[in-house]
Every structure is written in structure tokens, then in C-alpha cells.
């Protein structure tokens, strides 16, 4: 079992950033693929950014070059740094963990809570 809890969302302008965290539970974290989506008001979970346990990273097109995600298994955490964010990046951040390599929506073993990132124009 895992648990994850997210923190550090807020309201920020546009032009600004913001720099997510997830800690998780358990003693098998690095052995995780642990990936951020986002979910906006009236739209579905989105895919944001994910990153093996090899440290590979994937982004969604519409973050690449703006967020990093990142991993430190020595504290069981995993980051998103949030940079140029834009009003359309409004939505609530969502940690995810699975023990496959490729993460999706419908794949993912264990959901954080979620945290309200809101950025005004």
C-alpha cells in the first residue's frame, strides 16, 4: 500500500511558478513510476508529466519546457516545478504512482489527494 499526499499548490499570476510535491508512503517507492495529471472544471484527467524509476521523464506537449518533474527516493518524494504558468494551467494537480512504466489514467495503482494550482491573468 501507498499513500501519497500532495502539497504546494496555491495562486500565483501568469508568468509565475510554482513547485508541486508528493510524498509517498512505503518502503518500495523507487521501484514506482510516479507521474503528475491535472484536472480542470468540466474536463478529464489529463496526463501532465511522468517519471520512471530509471529516471526517464515524459511530458504532455502542452508542459514540455516549462515543468520538470523530478524524484528523490531518499525522501520518497517526487516534484513539479511549474514554470511560465498560464491561466489554462488552472486545474488540481493530481500525484499518481503504478508499477508499470507507461502510466495512464486507468493505470495508475495509487491517486494522491490533489492540490488547487490557480493562476490569474
Known amino acids: 500500500q501507498v499513500q501519497l499526499v500532495e502539497s504546494g499548490g496555491g495562486l500565483v499570476q501568469a508568468g509565475g511558478s510554482l513547485r508541486l510535491s508528493c510524498a509517498a508512503s512505503?518502503?518500495?517507492?523507487?521501484?514506482?513510476?510516479m507521474a503528475w495529471f491535472r484536472q480542470a472544471p468540466g474536463k478529464e484527467r489529463e496526463f501532465v508529466a511522468s517519471?520512471?524509476?530509471?529516471?526517464?521523464?515524459y511530458y504532455a506537449s502542452s508542459v514540455k519546457g516549462r515543468f520538470t518533474i523530478s524524484r528523490d527516493n531518499a525522501k520518497n518524494t517526487v516534484y513539479l516545478e511549474m514554470n511560465s504558468l498560464k491561466p489554462e494551467d488552472t486545474a488540481v494537480y493530481y500525484c499518481?504512482?503504478?508499477?508499470?512504466?507507461?502510466?495512464?489514467?486507468?493505470?495508475?495503482?495509487?491517486w494522491g489527494q490533489g492540490t488547487q494550482v490557480t493562476v490569474s491573468s
Open positions: 512505503g518502503r518500495t517507492f523507487s521501484s514506482y513510476t
Open positions: 517519471i520512471r524509476r530509471s529516471g526517464g521523464t
Open positions: 499518481a504512482a503504478t508499477q508499470s512504466p507507461l502510466v495512464t489514467r486507468n493505470n495508475a495503482d495509487y
